[in-house]
């Protein structure tokens, strides 16, 4: 089958930025058809209630809704400090309000992902270098553990590290640079630093739950690869039986 390339842009068509914003709920699929019918519903009213506290016009964001999570691409000229601030404040208090007096497992509990860069109607939905960056770092295992650790809070935060340095660290709306912890995010193909935030919560709570795990020892009988270095060089044991030493000497 011919594979043809795709077209190029017209040399006069621009290529904008947009914020991308993601939220997704904790343990959606452990509840039953009703509880899930009403998460969705709420979860649309708190992004909802939150924007309009915002100043933000959510009608205006190109939105594709995804069951438990919503994916969202925000207008052009959007305040991105109004975002990553009053934004997350907001939805915060909306979560808490939401959440009140209810028990453990019926909580709403959110990992909510922010990222910039191109990002392209297509059609399945999106296309470009934001819309695969976000679903990373919404999957992200240091997200995940955050919000499943830090029992106290309804929202984890991550935003790209593009975010952090052009917006955070500029302190617009309330915003403190010192309150994210850095994360190395891999997942998949992608590979890349994000920053995390918990609202009302320091990042002492948050430095463990982020730091990278030891490395697993690796056990079984399968093809494995060791370096040991010993005094003038390297021991290297190769795959299945077979054993070799490749010394290095400095020349």
């Known amino acids: 089958m011919n594979t043809q390339p795709s077209s190029p842009l017209p040399a006069h068509e621009s290529i904008p930025r947009r ?3 993601a939220a997704d709920v904790e343990k959606y699929s452990l509840l ?9 519903s709420d979860l649309v009213r708190v992004l909802e209630e939150a924007a309009a506290l915002s ?19 925000l207008p052009v000229d959007t305040p991105e400090p109004v975002v990553l601030g009053d934004f997350v404040r907001h939805l915060t208090e909306r979560l808490a309000v939401r959440n009140a007096n209810r028990a453990v497992p019926e909580r709403m509990r959110l990992r909510l992902a922010m990222d ?7 059609a399945l939905g999106y296309a470009g270098p934001a819309p695969v960056a976000l679903a990373r770092y919404l999957n992200a295992d240091q997200l995940k553990r955050v919000l499943a650790g830090v029992d106290s809070t309804d929202l984890a935060l991550i935003v790209s590290d593009r975010l952090y340095q052009d917006v955070v660290r500029l ?3 309330g915003l403190d640079p010192r309150a994210y912890v850095k994360a190395h995010i891999r997942q998949k193909e992608f590979t890349g630093y994000g920053w995390i935030h918990v609202p009302e919560h320091g990042p002492e709570e948050l430095a463990e739950l982020v730091a990278d795990p030891e490395p697993e020892e690796r056990t079984g009988t399968g ?5 040991e270095r010993i005094t ?4 290297h044991f190769g795959s299945g039986d077979l054993a070799q030493t490749i010394n ?3 020349r």
């Open 19 to 21: 914020l991308c914003l």
């Open 32 to 40: 039953d058809t009703l509880g899930q019918e009403t998460v969705q």
């Open 55 to 73: 100043g933000l016009d959510r009608t205006a964001w190109e939105r594709q809704p995804q069951g438990d999570q919503e994916f969202a691409v």
């Open 116 to 122: 910039t860069g191109v990002a392209r109607t297509a």
């Open 171 to 173: 302190r617009g709306q």
């Open 223 to 227: 093809p494995s690869q060791v370096v």
């Open 232 to 235: 003038g060089g390297f021991n």
């Open 248 to 250: 290095k000497y400095n």
